[in-house]
């Protein structure tokens, strides 16, 4: 009897790819999106169900999961995709904006995995992966709304263990660097310095150096759903997951470094 993967975010990106994957290896896939009236694919491919669900509307979530047990019998693994990034100065942010990016990436999470979690109790089995970032272990400059979001989901997912993993279910996190996806696009909202001239200087460098190096992201954004499908089948007791060169060469560094070394080789190389 094939295995039922639940996806939210699959409409672009990293759950768009991951959804193909599990159903090329014969997985049923619940494949959630805000807008589902949009997909022309993923809808035509066999065990593939398209359903619309918005993180930030707890009916949403409780009807769709409630569905897709329904045609698939239950969920075996729930992969946590839904997000998008905030940039800009903390004292732009309105307080509309900061809101909002808690409610989609961490307490849209949260209701999901609450809603999930019956189905999987009843089985005494189940994973939960919570795709997390590089930027929920190290910071950067400008980005912190969308960290402490990401740092959020590393502490949640690093103690639910201790709650679900004497059910039977486990908790993995994917940390992808940089890759490119709609993150910088639709995924991303830029509320800049609004009028606080005093961070116009270190911020206008900091985009320049963001674009002089958008060519080095990476493009092979199959690469995230080849290690989330790794986490789902490898049965190890591992907790993280991080992808990437960028991820690897950075987690490594601030491992060797202190703080203040770390903060200032960042801030050397991005000319502030």
């Known amino acids: 009897m094939n295995k039922t993967v639940f996806i939210t975010g699959a409409s672009s990106g990293f759950g768009f790819e991951t959804v193909k994957l599990f159903q090329k290896n014969n997985w049923n896939v619940i494949a959630t999106m805000r807008k589902p009236e949009n997909d022309t694919e993923l809808s035509a491919l066999p065990n593939v169900?398209?359903?619309?669900?918005?993180?930030?509307?707890?009916?949403?979530?409780?009807?769709t999961?409630?569905?897709?047990?329904?045609?698939?019998?239950?969920?075996?693994?729930?992969?946590?995709?839904?997000?998008?990034?905030?940039?800009?100065?903390?004292?732009?942010?309105?307080?509309?904006?900061?809101?909002?990016?808690?409610?989609?990436?961490?307490?849209?999470?949260?209701?999901?995995?609450?809603?999930?979690?019956?189905?999987?109790?009843k089985k005494k089995s189940g994973l939960i992966i919570n795709l997390s970032s590089l930027g929920g272990r190290i910071t950067f400059p400008y980005f912190s709304l969308y960290h402490s979001a990401k740092?959020?989901?590393?502490?949640?997912?690093?103690a639910l263990q201790y709650e679900l993993n004497p059910l039977g279910i486990q908790l993995k996190l994917i940390e992808p660097g940089a890759y490119k996806t709609n993150f910088a696009g639709s995924s991303m909202s830029f509320f800049g310095i609004n009028n606080f001239e005093d961070y116009k200087d270190g911020?206008?460098?900091?985009?320049?150096?963001?674009?002089?190096?958008g060519n080095a992201q990476n493009e092979n954004i199959s690469e995230v759903a080849d290690k989330i499908f790794e986490a789902a089948t490898d049965n190890k007791v591992q907790l993280r997951y991080p992808v990437g060169a960028t991820a690897l060469l950075l987690l490594e560094a601030k491992q060797k470094m202190d703080d203040n070394a770390f903060q200032q080789m960042l801030t050397k190389q991005m000319g502030l």
């Open 49 to 63: 169900m398209v359903a619309k669900l918005d993180v930030s509307d707890k009916q949403s979530i409780e009807n």
């Open 65 to 121: 999961v409630a569905k897709g047990i329904e045609k698939f019998g239950g969920i075996d693994v729930l992969v946590n995709n839904a997000g998008y990034g905030t940039l800009g100065v903390l004292e732009a942010a309105s307080d509309e904006e900061i809101r909002k990016q808690f409610e989609v990436n961490v307490f849209g999470l949260i209701n999901v995995t609450k809603a999930v979690l019956p189905t999987m109790r």
């Open 151 to 158: 740092f959020a989901v590393e502490g949640l997912t690093e």
């Open 203 to 213: 911020f206008n460098k900091f985009t320049q150096a963001v674009m002089k190096d």
